[in-house]
């Protein structure tokens, strides 16, 4: 079975041991019902997970001991598509705009029901096509002589 992991303050992360107290406390203790002696594991939010084992519970606060520290991989880069009916003219620029932003991967408009062109069948979807093409990256400089 998976250790249970719990985001922590790194502050909270002192010489070996972490004190959890507030909403975090509350939730490892009544809600997961966690008591001494239980193995989780706490991230700091440096890169690493901590292996830690409960040592004592008192009424407001827990103190756990680490057992093992390891470093995570970074996170693989999520590739978002928006299936997006479309919407008044006006706010295709407003979306794309937010989507390059964001790091959308890709734009999927498409017809429903309530779309805005569906009450127009002659709809110019140029302007998608050039809205898509602003979407896309620079090609990158990679091995181009300097």
């Not at 001494?36 to 830690?52: H, Q, R, S, Y």
């Amino acid at each position: 079975m998976a250790l249970r992991r719990f985001h922590i303050e790194k502050q909270d992360l002192r010489e070996g041991s972490v004190t959890i107290h507030g909403d975090l406390f509350h939730h490892i203790r009544e809600v997961c019902r966690f008591a001494e002696g239980d193995i989780f594991e706490v991230l700091p939010g440096d890169g690493t997970a901590v292996k830690v084992k409960i040592v004592s519970v008192a009424k407001k606060e827990l103190r756990a001991e680490a057992l093992a520290t390891r470093f995570l991989p970074a996170p693989r880069k999520p590739f978002v598509t928006l299936a997006l009916s479309i919407p008044k003219l006006p706010k295709v620029d407003w979306i794309v705009e937010k989507c390059v932003e964001l790091g959308v991967h890709e734009i999927r408009p498409f017809v429903s029901d309530y779309s805005f062109c569906a009450k127009f069948p002659t709809f110019p979807k140029t302007a998608w096509r050039v809205g898509a093409s602003s979407c896309r990256p620079p090609p990158s400089n990679r091995g181009a002589a300097t």
